[in-house]
């Protein structure tokens, strides 16, 4: 006889607990615990996934080989970039994103370019809307097959019979599991679906990506233990309004997770941006006050970006500061430096900040160019024409150096910009041709460098 019991489960960090109260014991959270029904099967019942057999033992610490091993190419160069060189084989990638952003249809690229047998698993949408996109995407593919199915058991049976070299799953939260009665969605069923391809992916050595759906807060839906199961998370990030999209690396534990991947959202899906420099900086003939270039670093990276500033009077009293692309804390600690150490009375106006493309930036090197957006908008008086901006900004009003200068400094020459100021304290190893390296030690001297 099956055994029938419930539990709660906190929708915070997955816990799980016996009877209901108010506040989670393990992350202290509020009114998150739910109560779902349990039902075990007999063993017999149910069946594990397929998979070579592997006794484990204790292994001697020198006995272990450290070769690197070989990574699986996703035919997507800017995803490769995130993932720190492609798919581990075994590994478990879990991808989240907005609401309509692209991830399953970056996805779909994936699985009908990569040069693998790939099983793409849809509990979203039928056979048919996906053929739809496919087509749209690229129109033919011999190595791509789709399974509409959203329990384990039969997917794993698929699986047994097709034997995919790379399976991606759309979604994580649709998947239930005959081992647990639980709704779909639900703490235990994501917990025990993840677990379950967990053990297919290591003792089969066949890589898996999840898509997941996240929550009003910006953060993957489900236990946070989700994120802990899986090897990488990624983020994809965007405003639907942009045509830009980028992959980040919330967690990889075979790479690095400052890489990022910039792609554009086109009629035929989402393409790779090689050169981002160019197309995130506008090319109008004259300058325009309120803008400044800053040379950024992201990842391994190096971008120029464009930001614009507007600042006017306050019409209803309260003065307003609003950030796009930019953390707005910081923009209030860079305008009371400018009130405080330079004396720019800004106090009685409002200050609006964007960065261009619907990209988020938060590298305290970009500090410097927003002074200066702020000063020429206020001052109505625009920055010269090819010059960028690559420094952080102290409380005290100093210029403070920031690391990989050479890099912004490359990246700032090879888009042909003349000038670019840095702090006096940087160290500049390499001379770049071509371009003109300034060194500012204080925010006045910035200002009667560039207004006066």
């Not at 690229?109 to 949408?125: F, H, I, W």
């Not at 233990?225 to 999209?245: A, C, Y």
């Not at 600042?311 to 860079?334: E, I």
């Not at 106006?349 to 908008?377: E, H, M």
């Amino acid at each position: 006889m099956a055994k029938t019991k419930t539990a709660y489960f906190c929708q915070n960090c997955g816990a799980q607990y016996a009877k209901w109260t108010g506040q989670c014991p393990s992350c202290k959270e509020w009114n998150t615990l739910a109560e779902e029904l349990l039902q075990k099967t007999d063993s017999k019942d149910w069946k594990a996934p397929d998979a070579p057999a592997r006794s484990a033992r204790p292994v001697r610490l020198g006995e272990i080989r450290t070769d690197r091993e070989m990574r699986l190419s996703s035919g997507d160069p800017e995803l490769d970039r995130v993932l720190g060189g492609g798919l581990v084989p075994g590994s478990l990638t879990l991808i989240g994103g907005e609401p309509g952003i692209g991830k399953s249809t970056l996805m779909l690229q994936v699985a009908l370019k990569v040069p693998l047998r790939t099983l793409y698993v849809s509990g979203e949408e039928s056979e048919r809307q996906i053929a739809m996109r496919a087509r749209r995407v690229k129109p033919d593919s011999d190595s791509c097959y789709i399974l509409t199915e959203t329990n384990t058991n039969r997917i794993f049976k698929q699986v047994a019979a097709l034997e995919p070299e790379l399976v991606i799953v759309d979604s994580i939260q649709t998947l239930h599991s005959d081992y647990l009665e639980a709704g779909a969605g639900s703490v235990s069923q994501i917990r025990e679906c993840t677990a379950e391809l967990i053990k297919f992916a290591k003792e089969s050595h066949t890589p898996v990506i999840l898509i997941g759906h996240i929550t009003k807060e910006g953060s993957i839906a489900g236990p946070k233990i989700l994120e802990h199961m899986v090897d990488t998370v990624l983020q994809f990030e965007g405003d639907r309004n942009h045509l830009f999209r980028i992959v980040r690396a919330l967690k990889n534990r075979f790479g690095n997770t400052s890489e990022l991947g910039i792609y554009e959202m086109k009629g035929d899906g989402l393409h790779g941006v090689i050169n981002p420099s160019e197309i995130l900086i506008s090319r109008n003939g004259e300058p325009m006050s309120g803008t400044a270039v800053a040379a950024t670093v992201e990842g391994l990276r190096p971008l120029l970006i464009e930001i614009q500033a507007l600042v006017s009077s306050a019409v209803y009293g309260t003065p307003q500061r609003s950030a796009t692309g930019f953390p707005a804390k910081r923009l209030n600690m860079l305008l009371a430096v400018l009130e405080k150490r330079a004396g720019f009375k800004l106090a009685a106006k409002d200050v609006f900040l964007n960065i261009t493309g619907g990209i988020q930036v938060d590298d305290p090197a970009i500090d410097l160019a927003v002074l200066a957006a702020i000063l020429s908008s206020n001052a109505d008086i625009p920055v010269p024409k090819g010059v960028c901006f690559a420094a952080e900004i102290g409380l005290a009003g100093e210029i403070r150096p920031v690391p990989r200068i050479d890099q912004r400094i490359g990246e700032a020459s090879k888009l042909g910009l003349e000038t670019i100021y840095i702090s006096a304290n940087a160290k500049v190893s390499l001379k770049t041709p071509g371009i003109d390296v300034r060194r500012v030690a204080k925010v006045e001297e910035l200002v009667r460098a560039l207004f006066d």
